[in-house]
């Protein structure tokens, strides 16, 4: 016997191409995880029926399998928003790299995997305990991941976070070896200074002391009627963007948040731009037909007044520089 250390612990990114929830080719470093957790529910329907004498349950039946999980990590590229979005287009070499993600509808195919009825990217991810000794790995690999959520965080004086929570069809154990993966030395983690908010594009606000961004893709899991207990191919039902600033603007910026965007509701264009080396390492997320609601104004006892926003875009894209040569499988 042995005990797991968590310095031992690791995540591999596969991704999938051809069919949903078959890997292919070799483990891709996601970013700098901090943790994952996988939740697995085997269904177990509890039954009680009359001829038992008793109170207690008389039997517990096999039900419907359902995995999800949730990734948080200090991000190095924008692989997973392709994911969350649905389409990326690689291009750019040698490096820097392009990556220009956009939306994907259900009425769009996949390129990566057969079949008109997934409009998703999906992927595998291997999650492993590790050990001395043969076989006493304890190897979990989630199959067909689909990102539900994905959310980017940021606060002033830290490393940016995100966390994608992830709908899989299936999870597979095994106490063998795990699967080799590299490094990403290339590409830095991000920091609070990288950010600047802009609202509208072009227009700066400075004194944002933290925020998010989020997706949310309101993923469906059926369990039809097919001779399996596990999901069939996941599909996204209504998708919805939020952001959420927090922020110590000056008078003219407070003015124009209040007077334009929130009370007379001016709809307008922002862009998330998260610059590590411009030009080699940025990023631009464009959020387009935003509506600025609920507005927070506190009037403190001390210290600087600060403001908090809530805005709900209609669309987003994004435009890419980095090191990672392919977000895409090939």
């Known amino acids: 016997m042995a005990r797991y250390n968590s310095d031992q612990n690791k995540v591999v990114f596969l991704h999938e191409s051809g069919t949903y929830a078959a890997a292919s080719g070799t483990g891709v470093w996601p970013g700098y995880v901090t943790d994952n957790t996988i939740e697995e529910n085997e269904g177990y329907v509890q039954l009680r029926y009359q001829g038992t004498a008793s109170r207690n349950v008389g039997a517990h039946v096999p ?99 995100a966390e994608a929570q992830y709908v899989a069809q299936n999870v597979a154990y095994t106490s063998g070896a795990t699967t080799a993966v590299t490094e990403d030395t290339t590409n830095r983690a991000y920091l609070w200074s990288d950010i600047k908010v802009h609202i509208p594009s072009g227009t700066v606000y400075p004194e944002v ?63 998330i731009e998260v610059a590590a080396i411009t030009g080699s390492q940025d990023a631009f997320i464009i959020l387009s037909g935003c509506k600025l609601n609920p507005m927070g104004n506190p009037s403190p006892i001390e210290g600087i007044d600060d403001s908090t926003v809530t805005i709900i875009p209609k669309s987003c894209s994004a435009n890419i520089n980095d090191l990672t040569f392919k977000y895409n499988p090939w």
């Open 209 to 271: 002391t933290e925020g998010n961004f989020a997706i949310n893709n309101n993923i469906e899991p059926p369990h039809y009627c097919n001779g399996s207990k596990v999901i069939a191919l996941p599909y996204p039902t209504n998708r919805d963007y939020s952001v959420e600033i927090t922020m110590e603007p000056d008078s003219t910026r407070l003015k124009t948040l209040y007077d334009s965007y929130f009370k007379a509701g001016s709809e307008f264009n922002m862009m």
């Open 63 to 161: 039900g419907p399998i359902d995995n999800t999980g949730t990734l948080n990590y200090h991000p190095q590229d924008f692989r997973l928003l392709a994911f969350a979005l649905g389409s990326c287009v690689d291009a750019g070499s040698p490096s820097p790299y392009t990556h220009v993600i956009s939306e994907v509808n259900s009425g769009v195919g996949n390129a990566f995997t057969s079949g008109t009825t997934a409009p998703f990217m999906s992927f595998t991810l291997e999650d492993s305990h590790t050990t001395g000794g043969t076989g006493q790995n304890f190897v979990r690999t989630a199959q067909g991941c689909m990102i539900n959520t994905w959310t980017l965080n940021w606060n002033q004086g830290e490393v940016l976070t």
